[in-house]
């Protein structure tokens, strides 16, 4: 087959005939890769997918038809998901590689195939990885199809001798169509499998589950365009030096996104917390400086999570300051902040935060515990205990308000704790915050 060569930016996929440094679309330096693109049949475009008689429909009626649910079950990704999983949806299911994605996708399918034929397509892994992965969590359904293939023309083939209700995909970056000349896991591959998923599932009424790993900096590998063909898009995040995991809706056509559940993997596979809050302090010190209780938000629901701070004095000239869940640059001018208002000579001092279990905190309302642990770690004097803490801080050292602090303060006080509140500035953390 005939093809053009093309210069596509692996990050955005925006594409030029010659190749440049760096991309004018997203930014981002050296991420042109060249690809020789072949103008794929008319059934793989991607996006919305036109049903086979398209006729105007007066609006009121259009809501009459609502999307059926499948309930899984398990309650609380249910409720991520927005009720349950859409019929006929196609969700992608990122994550880093070895977080567990695998895992939840057999689990899943082994739920769906209780009432259908589901098809696990595996890419990655041979028959008996799986078939030893599904010993471990006790499956063993008789609808459960497993099939080792990496070109899309068989899998559709397959699709449609099996029938399957859920077909799960594992994963995107290692299928491929063969009329497509460039690599798997490629920019053009990754877009146009996505397509040609969507394509089949939606034609089909087929529930469909891609997999998708993420890079190191956290963006799903291969184009963003990927996250607009697909219904919904859903994150696995934590640590793998912990067990629990949280599942983050990105995107969600049937839902809200930010929604989040957590699990926990277990030798039997992953389990849902139903009281996350509870299972993410519980392993917190009492009466040690440097840890505070931060009640933050994840999409509708509030939860409390342990900030830890550690200060010690710099051994270099430029002293370190270093972030795990939440913003570097924020930490950056929180300490500024302090060092004004409170005159501690933070530039003589490393400065470690850390959200404990592998979190990530995205919103403001996580300034005011940073700052607090940071004070109680440099002035090595614990903060209160059953203490809670959320505000903004300003440049001027002064805490504002965050939204939905009645939600914040009732999910403290149903775990047994209190709010810091009536603190106008930073300065004021020592006496009212401290032991
Ligand atoms: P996996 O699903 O293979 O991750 P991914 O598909 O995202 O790459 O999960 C890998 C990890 O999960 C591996 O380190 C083993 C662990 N695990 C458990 O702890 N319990 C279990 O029951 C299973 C199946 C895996
Ligand atoms: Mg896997």
Known sequence: MKGKSVYICQNCGYKTYRWTGKCPECGSWGSFVEEVVVSAPKKTRAGWVKPSTSEPLPLERIGEKQAERIPTGLKEFDRVLGGGIVKGSVSLISGEPGIGKSTFLLQISDIFSQSGNVLYVTAEESPEQIALRATRLGIKSKNLFVLAENNLQEVEKQV??????????????????PYIESAAGSVSQVRESAAFITNLCKGKGITAFIVGHVTKEGTIAGPKVLEHIVDAVFQFEGDR?????????LKNRFGSTGELAVFEMTEKGLVEVSNPSEFFLSERPTGKPGS???????????????VQALVTRAVFTTPQRRAKGIDSNRLSIIV???EKELGYPLRNFDVFVNVVGGVKVNEPAVDLPIAAAIISSYLDRPIKENLVLFGEIGLTGEVRKVRL????????????FEVLKGIKTISELPEKALV
């Open 160 to 177: 449609e001798r099996i029938k399957p209700e859920l077909v799960v995909f594992d994963s995107i970056q290692t299928l491929y169509l």
């Open 241 to 249: 030096g912990y067990n629990f995991r949280v599942f983050r809706s």
């Open 292 to 306: 505070a209780i931060f009640a933050g938000m994840e999409g509708s629901c509030p939860i409390l999570l342990e």
């Open 336 to 338: 500024a902040v302090i």
């Open 405 to 416: 602090e009645e939600l914040r303060q009732k999910e403290a006080e149903k775990n047994g």
